[in-house]
């Protein structure tokens, strides 16, 4: 019999290429969505119809072992969260709520319903909560021993998540993993965040749909990978015989002005000053000014590495947004 697995955050980019890797391993697919009229329902429907989607809510815990029973599964991969950084400033409590007391509430569901003993559970932890400080490892980067300093209800919140995750694991017995994920991009990533922002705004003024793009800070410099490539280790890490926590990352580092440079070649230009405006209200009240991950444990125990570099996550991104936009052009 095939393996039955369901996905918190279905309708993220991380769900759309997670989902797309348990299928085509012959995995029956459960996916998570909040509320009757979820817009992002219908794209679901459309584009992985071999998607069996519940709803539920990580708020709402009796949602939860609702869809616990329903499902069944073997695997439960907990993608959902208030994932942007800057939103979780402007809403800390809700950030708070979901991302971080809903991770206890799905861990609650699992448990009450019986599956603590069955049920391998993957939480999607971040690189955020390492928060770019005590950065005392320089050229080898954070590894799953770092200490944590979030700077934002984001971080914190995601902290919370990894925790009471260790906690069950090592209270109950569960078999628990999380992944501390660097930046994971791609042409799934939602639009408000600043690469996929880039790579869109680039389209555009190659198509003459618009005439700039408006960024807060450009020097930051994050870990950033392909997350199609990122989703392989999530599942890598519940096939394990014993669960754990791992660092994925690509071991070095780009600034938002090199993603910027790069993304601006692909359609030609090559200074890309004229065309970026910075805005302060993109600006963070904490900035995390570089994030490094060290996936050596990754690579070591799971045999997981990265396919896509920088420069063609970069191309494939834009490549994406171009053809996206294109049918836009009134002729």
């Not at 599956?115 to 950065?135: H, I, N, P």
């Not at 799953?144 to 906690?167: C, D, Q, V």
């Not at 045999?303 to 171009?322: I, S, Y």
Request: with cysteine.
């Amino acid at each position: 019999m095939s393996k039955v697995a369901l996905i918190t955050g279905i309708t993220g980019q991380d769900g759309y290429h997670l989902s797309e890797l348990l299928n085509n391993k012959g995995y029956k697919v459960y996916g998570l969505i909040r509320g009757q009229q979820n817009p992002k329902k219908i794209i679901v429907e459309q584009e992985q119809p071999y998607i069996d989607l519940i709803e539920g809510d990580l708020t709402d815990p009796a949602s939860l072992v609702q869809a616990i029973e329903t499902a069944q599964p073997d695997e439960v991969y907990n993608l959902a969260a208030v994932s942007h950084v800057g939103y979780s400033f402007r809403n800390p409590i809700l950030t708070a709520e979901v991302t971080g007391k809903g991770v206890l509430n799905l861990l609650e569901a699992i448990r009450v319903t019986g599956g603590e003993k069955k049920v391998r559970f993957y939480q999607a932890s971040t690189s955020e909560m390492f928060g770019g400080l005590d950065y005392n490892r320089p050229g080898k980067g954070y590894d799953e021993n770092a200490l944590f300093h979030p700077r934002s209800p984001y971080g914190a919140a995601k902290l919370y998540g990894h925790w009471i995750t260790k906690n069950y694991r090592e209270s109950y017995g569960m078999h628990a993993s999380c992944g501390i994920l660097f930046n994971h991009e791609g042409e799934r990533r939602g639009i408000e965040f600043v690469t996929r922002k880039i790579s869109n705004a680039v389209a555009k003024i190659h198509l003459g749909l618009q005439d700039h793009i408006e960024l807060g800070n450009l020097d930051p410099k994050r870990d950033w990978g392909y997350a199609g490539d990122y989703v392989e280790g999530m599942w890598l890490m519940l096939q394990q015989e014993e669960p754990g926590d791992y660092v994925l990352a690509t071991g070095e580092t780009h600034s938002i002005k090199d993603f910027l440079e790069l993304a601006f070649k692909e359609i030609g230009v090559d200074d890309w000053k004229p065309y970026v405006r910075q805005n302060p209200k993109f600006m963070r009240p904490a900035e995390v000014d570089i994030l490094l991950g060290n996936p050596e444990k990754a690579e070591r125990v799971l045999g997981w590495k990265r396919k896509v570099d920088f420069e063609n996550l970069v191309k494939l991104m834009v490549k994406h947004d171009l053809e996206l936009e294109a049918p836009r052009i009134i002729t």
